[in-house]
């Protein structure tokens, strides 16, 4: 039975959620961190990236992932 505390697909269980730059599109926008098949347990609060507002570019406040605006 899968954990619905995990991620579907995690393939290594020890490794946090080590992705420190994310590419968005401008449909995926309002994009959140952490992002969809992050590791539960070493997460944090989901908080809403503003991604557009900063030209392009912006930073998680709590794990600082990088996320870029491709076009």
Known sequence: MVNPNTAAN?????TPNSKKAVEVKAA???IHCPVEGSSLWNS??????P???NGGESRCPY???LFKLLG
């Open 51 to 53: 991604v557009k507002e």
């Open 44 to 49: 944090h609060p989901q908080v809403y990236i």
């Open 28 to 30: 995926d926008l309002p």
């Open 10 to 14: 995690q393939q290594d269980f020890s």
């Open 63 to 65: 794990c600082g992932t």
